[in-house]
Structures are given as C-alpha cells and as structure tokens.
C-alpha cells in the first residue's frame, strides 16, 4: 500500500486565507451587533448596487458586481429567501428583475454607512505598512500576466505522475 501524505497540511496562502476570514467575521460581528436582520456580508455588494440604480436584470446585477450570472443567480435565491429581495418577470421570459425589499431598503443606508467605515480601516491600514496588500495584489496580477495561474498549474501537474 502506498504512503499517502495529506496534501491540505501545507498551504503558503493560508495566512492570507485566514486574514480574510477573520476581517470578514469582524464585520459580521459588526452587523450581528447592529442587529440587521441576518445580512451576510457577501450579499452587501449586491444589495447596495439595487439600493443606488434600482431594479435590474440578473445579469445586469452580475455586471455591475463583477459577479457571474450563475453566481448572482444563487446569491440572489438565498438573498430572496432571506426576504431581501424581490424578484419579478424581466423584459423577456428569460430574464428576472431584481429588487430591494423593505427589509433590504430599510438597512441599506446602514450598509453603505458600514462599507466607507470598512474602506477608511483599510485605508488606515494600508498607511500603517510598509508594503500594502493593493502593491502586493499589483504585483501577483503582473505576475500572472506573465504566465496564468492556471497554466502554472497545468505545468506542475505535468510532472506530477499521480495526475496522469
């Protein structure tokens, strides 16, 4: 039988992974104390867009998001059980308006409110390094358009005999 070494022990990103999950955990601990009615921080976005232009397609949502349409498809179904948002039959049978709720409506100030509070720490963080994460994700894309992660990927599967 062959040894086999679990892979997941070793992540160079996780720090980075575990940042990111412990400022967002952070800022739903910030809306759990506003008491905003079950809001996930990754539905925030998408409500404030509807909240500033108004109804629009899902795929006019996904745009204004950078989201995909299946993405905000989903988001949009749980945000719509959350009783967030409203959906109605778009210009064509295909297509579905979405829409704030009053619920959504009613917090969406709030959320906005809480979105510049988010950006000014970034902000005052970024000024209390000395190399920002904005540099460091500059960096990563100049890289990555050198060669793809993807194609990094491809290359070190290549000469990996258990992915043949």
């Not at 704030?100 to 209390?128: H, P, Y």
């Amino acid at each position: 039988m062959t040894e086999f070494s679990d892979p997941t022990d070793h992540a160079v990103w996780q720090s980075l992974w575990n940042l990111q999950s412990a400022l967002d955990a952070d800022i739903a601990r910030i809306y759990a104390e506003a008491d905003l009615g079950g809001i996930k921080t990754t539905w925030v976005k998408e409500l404030i867009k509807l909240h500033v232009r108004g109804p629009m397609t899902i795929s006019e949502l996904a745009e204004a998001t950078g989201r995909t349409h299946s993405a905000l498809s989903q988001k949009v179904s749980a945000m719509r059980a959350a009783g967030l948002v409203r959906t109605t039959a778009g210009p064509d049978a295909r297509t579905k308006k979405v829409a704030l709720t009053a619920k959504a409506a009613s917090v969406a100030d709030r959320l906005a409110a809480e979105w510049r509070a988010t950006e000014a720490a970034v902000a005052e963080i970024e000024a209390e390094i000395p190399y920002g994460m904005t540099q460091v994700v500059r960096d990563v894309e100049a890289v990555l358009a050198r060669r793809s992660f993807r194609d990094r990927i491809a290359l070190k599967l290549a000469e990996d005999p258990a992915w043949q």
